[in-house]
């Protein structure tokens, strides 16, 4: 269905919907105190650090930092997109989901894939069909028996053939939409004819069952030999895979992901029950791919061939593996013996001796490290200080944190520097502030206790407009998110903590306002708008002040014009 959600609709629905309902749900919750626990369902632990408030409805995770209200839990736990989540969550509440009219300007079109979705589902269709009826639809079958693909496999997957015709397509489905999916070229001369011809088909189908696009491979050895969709609105290679679906329908949860070259090394490997591969659309794997895969498992392998190709290709995996790697995070490496794929290996050494290959792969550490040193010699220091050059580069690609931090030691220790300045910059390590949690907030600064004391009680803002305050003149520390939180509220009348960090989501203070509506203050809630009015009243002294010495200070050196002297005089007259 097409059209916007309307942002009332979204309010409402996180209001009538309790996150501690919705959660336990998902995960089994257990009382403690104003708040809800549990093991986190986003990283591994022993002692229950997510948090679930029933009263901000809002989730946190004290461990790895997950964090949002009903809406981010549904896209976090089952790796759905904003209005999938919207939807799933208007399910579970029990009401259909609006949508609003878009009135286009003349001459510009509503951008709706619908009709491209169901073509593709129909050309899949139509493809399975040709690899039961078509005559040369059997030397097909022939190619996939050979390869030892099974029946139940080619079910699964949903393979076709696609005829060695000109016009299979073309005279069964819309000449205008089968261009616009990538299912039919237009030459020079105006000719429109099939893409694929000749081939068996493997369609790529998205996480949600629909169909994107196609590969195609040849039963023969003309070129090319593996032939996939162009970009379209529907398929955009570089942030998706092959197998991903069909990996989720048998484990929505994989402990791990095997991210292999080609279709027919994801189809051989199901063939053998190992139904956690996946592969690159016909280009490299990209940190796009990766982040999309480490939503749904925290180890990914990579699976290369054993030959030049192979390595290089490992190392070129590299960068996008080093951008994407983040505490909790594992990649291994697992390359192939000489003249092997995924497909020839299982056959020859069979399910339980290719797994004990996977779960003995090289370490993304250990294969980085390795691959360097192999050809440096660090008895001598010139070694040493290339190994240092070639490797901080991809370090600095590395995500703040103990991997990160870890990383750097294993190469001081390499290069046997005396210490990590000349590493890091003196930057990157920074020493962990120690100490009781519980005191550093009691310490918290006249302005975090207000602006997250308004975060989590936004009918706070009444205590504000009652007061009346000329906030010209006025500075201090957070006083932008303090006046664009009031703001937000004053405007959008959140009804509770989780309506107003969902007007936060995508922008740049969402970071921030996630972080202080969570924040423990340690405040009962009999006392929590006097705690707020002597914060503000601490804060705002704190702000006239400062804005009066800045006053006095520009008036004895450049003068004020009479907007400013005007504001000495009543910030003198209120003193």
């Not at 609003?100 to 510009?108: I, T």
Request: glycine share 8%; proline share 4%; with cysteine.
């Amino acid at each position: 269905m097409s059209g916007r959600i309307p942002r009332e609709f979204i309010d409402e629905l996180l209001v009538r919907v309790d996150i501690v309902d919705l959660i336990d749900s998902h995960v089994p919750l257990k009382k403690t105190g104003s708040n809800y626990v549990a093991r986190c369902p986003f990283h591994t632990e022993k002692t229950p650090s997510f948090s679930v408030n029933q009263n901000k409805q809002f989730f946190y995770c004290f461990g790895c930092g997950a964090s949002g209200n009903a809406i981010s839990f549904l896209m976090d736990f089952n790796h759905l997109n904003f209005v999938e989540a919207v939807e799933d969550l208007a399910t579970f509440a029990g009401v259909d989901v609006p949508r609003e009219s878009v009135v286009y300007p003349a001459g510009q079109k509503k951008d709706d894939l619908s009709g491209l979705y169901q073509l593709m589902e129909q050309v899949a269709a139509f493809y399975v069909d040709q690899l039961r009826v078509n005559a040369d639809g059997k030397k097909a079958v022939d190619y996939l028996r050979a390869r030892g693909v099974s029946g139940q496999v080619a079910h699964d997957f949903m393979l076709g053939y696609a005829p060695d015709e000109w016009q299979a397509l073309g005279g069964r489905f819309s000449q205008k939409l089968l261009l616009e999916a990538g299912l039919s070229v237009s030459n020079e001369a105006g000719k429109v004819y099939d893409r694929f011809r000749g081939r068996v088909m493997f369609p790529i189908r998205d996480r949600r069952a629909r169909i994107i696009g196609f590969g195609g491979r040849v039963l023969d050895d003309s070129l090319p030999k593996y032939l996939n969709s162009p970009e379209t609105s529907l398929f955009h290679k570089g942030r998706e895979v092959y197998g991903l679906y069909e990996l989720l329908q048998k484990n929505p949860k994989p402990q791990k992901i095997l991210i292999v070259e080609g279709y027919m090394d994801v189809i051989a490997l199901a063939q053998f029950g190992i139904n956690y591969a996946v592969a690159a659309l016909g280009t490299a794997t990209s940190q796009a791919h990766l982040d999309l895969l480490f939503r749904f498992s925290s180890e990914l392998i990579f699976c290369f061939d054993g030959d030049k190709a192979g390595r290089q290709a490992a190392w070129r995996a590299m960068e996008p593996a080093f951008a994407s790697l983040r505490d909790g995070r594992l990649i291994r490496i697992m390359l192939l013996p000489q003249n092997q794929d995924p497909d020839s290996l299982v056959r020859m050494e069979g399910v339980d001796k290719f797994s004990e290959r996977v779960q003995s792969s090289a370490t993304l550490s250990d294969y980085f490290f390795g691959h360097l040193t192999e050809e440096l010699n660090l008895s001598e220091m010139e070694g040493r200080a290339q190994l240092v050059g070639k490797a901080k580069p991809y370090l600095e690609k590395l995500p703040e944190g103990v991997f990160r931090e870890m990383m750097f030691a294993r190469l001081k220790q390499l290069s046997g520097l005396a210490t990590l300045d000349v590493l890091t910059n003196a930057t990157t390590l920074r020493p962990k502030r120690e100490g009781n949690k519980r005191q550093d907030r009691g310490r918290l600064s006249s302005a975090r206790m207000a602006i997250a004391l308004l975060i989590q009680n936004p009918g706070l803002a009444e205590v504000i407009e009652q007061r009346e305050i000329d906030w010209r003149g006025l500075e201090f520390p957070g006083i932008d998110l303090f006046r664009n939180v009031l703001s937000v509220i004053l405007d959008k009348k959140p009804a509770n903590t989780a309506v107003l960090v969902e007007s936060y989501r995508g922008a740049a203070e969402e970071k921030s306002v996630k972080a202080l509506a969570f924040l423990d203050l340690l405040v009962p809630d009999e006392g929590v708008e006097a705690e707020f009015c002597d914060a503000l009243d601490r804060l705002l002294d704190q702000a006239r002040s400062a804005g009066l010495e800045r006053l006095l200070a520009k008036e004895k050196t450049k003068g004020l014009d009479s907007q400013e002297k005007e504001m000495l005089r009543k910030m003198l007259a209120n003193k």
